[in-house]
């Protein structure tokens, strides 16, 4: 049996949030814990004024494409990803965020907890130079989320990206 039309089927949802027909020609490139995915969302909403924006959410965010070998085997496919939609989508702004405590970093990078800000802020870096390669003009930013009284708050992170 054929299956039904798309268009004839009865829908389950209506979103309240009215589809946005403009790009806004950003992307947020973070982890994929869900616990953040509220606060980064109203992070890039409220205070970087972005209404909406391209998500790439991945284990470990920025640090799935710093170069570490144990990510070597997917980096180049998420590369040419990430290229895809700064191209396609004619992006000109990338926001990178980092958060505290990442799995990413401690399970399977198994950096010691000690040394994962340090190594956080050198992958946002480097993955600020990857997508600097992609697009020389495109505006980058990164930023560490922290859980402070049950609260998510973020902080700004220089970035030094490679040439």
Do not use: W
């Amino acid at each position: 049996m054929p299956s039904p039309d798309p268009i004839a089927v009865v829908p389950r949802f209506r979103a309240s949030v009215p589809f946005q027909i403009n790009r806004v020609r950003a992307a947020a490139i973070y982890c994929a814990d869900g616990r953040y995915g509220d606060q980064f969302d109203e992070f890039l909403h409220r205070e970087l004024g972005l209404p909406c924006y391209d998500r790439v959410a991945l284990p470990g965010g920025a640090g799935a494409f710093a170069g570490h070998i144990e990510s070597m085997r997917s980096e180049d496919a998420l590369i040419s990803e990430i290229e895809f939609l700064i191209v396609s989508h004619d992006l000109d702004r990338v926001v990178l965020i980092a958060h505290e405590g990442c799995g990413y970093y401690l399970k399977k990078l198994h950096t010691p907890p000690g040394a994962l800000l340090a190594a956080q802020e050198r992958d946002l870096s480097r993955a600020a130079g990857v997508l600097l390669r992609i697009r020389p003009t495109l505006a980058v930013s990164a930023h560490l989320a922290s859980v402070r009284n049950n609260s998510v708050v973020f902080s700004d992170v220089a970035i030094t990206p490679a040439p």
